[in-house]
């Protein structure tokens, strides 16, 4: 540094900038390319396990034990979505609470289910069994409250879906009930 350089006082940044730079050389220019590289696609995580979970769910209800013939029970009233109506057939929901309809007749069956289906209101359940029974029993060799009892589900505001149950909670003598909320 010379002395004129050094006893001249930097007034602005420039000169600070200057003065800070002295000695300083430029890196030689390298044989590298710059390539500018396209970024990669962005990777559908959530759908990639949506497309999963179906395939898990599909897979999972080919046991030959669990299959059963017979009539089954299913109704949905609107607006409730495919998922609630799947889960509530693949038994997904904890049962809260059951009704026993076996041996009784129409008319005593169907005060069992108004009043059961009034606690379970006053007590907020959501998801409940009602077995009906297979009908073996029956002096005409029909399940004739499993029909019934369709129809009088049907009927009510407070009875959102229902459908015939798993093989492991009565199959086709039995159905899950899911109830409006309060």
């Not at 109506?85 to 076996?102: A, T, V």
Request: hydrophobic fraction near 35%; charged fraction near 30%; aromatic fraction near 4%.
């Amino acid at each position: 540094m010379s002395d004129d350089q050094s006893s001249k006082a930097p007034d602005d940044d420039t000169d600070l900038f200057r003065l800070a730079m002295l000695g300083v050389r430029p890196h030689r220019p390298t044989a590298r390319a710059l390539a500018d590289k396209p970024e990669p696609a962005p990777i559908p995580r959530q759908r990639l396990q949506d497309e999963l979970e179906v395939l898990r769910e599909l897979l999972a209800d080919t046991e030959p034990d669990e299959i059963e013939s017979g009539d089954t029970l299913l109704y949905r009233s609107a607006g409730v979505q495919d998922a609630v109506l799947r889960r509530l057939r693949r038994g997904h929901y904890r049962i809260e609470s059951e009704l026993d309809l076996h041996g009784h007749n129409r008319d005593r069956a169907r005060l069992a289910v108004v009043q059961f289906l009034a606690r379970c209101h006053e007590r907020d359940l959501r998801c409940v069994r009602i077995i009906h029974g297979k009908g073996n029993g029956s002096p005409n060799s029909g399940p004739v409250l499993k029909a019934l009892l369709g129809s009088w589900l049907r009927r009510r505001k407070d009875v959102i879906a229902y459908c015939s149950a798993r093989v492991v909670d009565g199959g086709t003598g039995a159905i899950y009930v899911l109830l409006r909320a309060r």
